[in-house]
């Protein structure tokens, strides 16, 4: 276990969801230019894409959670201000 002060928990508890918000940050970017059919070679095969919505699903109902702890509505409501959250932290996160 580690031996953490709370400042450190606090990084411990940050790094991680930095990492996860940039993640579901790229897949939103390559799919948004694989959907904009711009002919950049972006296509994503169908394979990829499952594994992509896995993940960012998986980020953002975990996005979801956090939110809801300050949040009282219900999950459904706020899951675009979720994903608002998300894509703040991977911009807050690429500085």
Known sequence: MLDASGPQHLLL????GLAMARRASDILDRHRAALAGDGTGTEVDDDEFALDNAVFTAVLDAANECL????????????????????HLAHLAAL
């Open 13 to 16: 508890a940050e790094t991680p």
């Open 68 to 87: 809801g702890r300050f949040d009282t509505r219900p999950a459904d409501d706020r899951w675009c201000d979720a994903l608002l959250q998300l894509i």
